[in-house]
């Protein structure tokens, strides 16, 4: 069984006495936790804590190019994805590509008001530089979105080309970060093939819904592929009392 998940199994066990866990010292992976549901974008201060533990590491070489991958459909990924992709545009004031990766439910384009009509399916059979095919969405222009783009039957064996290297390499050269949403790992294995042109994945878990063999299995199939869990994120996580007076405890 994955040490990852390990730690993940006691931070559940640890709950299920109602006592809060112990800050996890795992230089692997980092335990973010998510105060409540959020409708429109992931809690900002999360957000930040995130982009801070994984991306701004000033100790060592951070991760530039990372994987989202729920667990199962609709774990919040795509929101967690959008909130951390602003966050860290706007922190590290660097170039920061989000890529929808997700050519099975996409969702990032109506997030930011866009059209989904030309992107990623579209750089990797057409010709021109990587960033012809994606749209700045934020003010200061450093936070670009690479949507899925043309979408067709077999829009998702795209995915397993020579040419997604070959792109995401170009998304390395010209974005200091690359956070790509992908879709579910139970379903699809879209993201072990992600996880391998990347410096690691990040996953969702959903609290009382994601099943603990399930994300066991994940975990042993990502360690298979020598895929890195950069992070477990717990979502849609509620509590007894108002959350505005929870984060004042």
């Not at 200061?140 to 080309?161: E, P, V, Y």
């Not at 790509?180 to 996953?203: F, K, N």
Request: proline content about 6%; some cysteine.
């Amino acid at each position: 069984m994955s040490k990852h998940f390990d730690v993940m199994q006691r931070m559940e066990k640890e709950r299920s006495f109602g006592v809060e866990p112990d800050p996890i010292d795992d230089p692997l992976i980092r335990r973010v936790k998510v105060k409540g549901q959020r409708q429109k974008r992931w809690a900002n201060d999360e957000s930040l804590r995130l982009v801070q533990q994984i991306f701004l590491l000033q100790t060592e070489e951070p991760p530039r190019v990372v994987v989202f991958a729920g667990i199962d459909h609709g774990n919040g990924c795509s929101q967690i994805c959008a909130s951390v992709a602003e966050t860290l545009a706007q922190h590290a004031r660097r170039r920061v590509c989000l890529v929808e990766a997700n050519f099975r439910s996409p969702a990032l384009p109506e997030m930011f008001g866009t059209t989904n009509h030309y992107g990623l399916t579209n750089a990797l059979l057409e010709k021109g530089p990587i960033d012809s095919f994606a749209k700045p969405v934020n003010e200061d222009d450093n936070l670009w979105l690479l949507s899925s783009g043309s979408l067709a039957a077999d829009s998702q064996n795209l995915l397993t080309s020579e040419r997604l290297r070959e792109r995401f390499q170009e998304l390395r050269e010209g974005f200091e970060f690359v956070i790509v949403d992908s879709p579910p790992l139970t379903r699809y294995s879209d993201a072990i093939v992600l996880g391998q042109l990347s410096d690691g994945v990040i996953l969702v878990v959903e609290a009382d819904s994601t099943r603990r063999e399930a994300a066991s299995a994940i975990a042993a199939n990502l360690r298979s592929a020598k895929i890195p869990i950069l992070a477990a994120v717990l979502n849609k996580r509620t509590f007894p009392i108002p959350e505005n007076i929870y984060i004042k405890l």
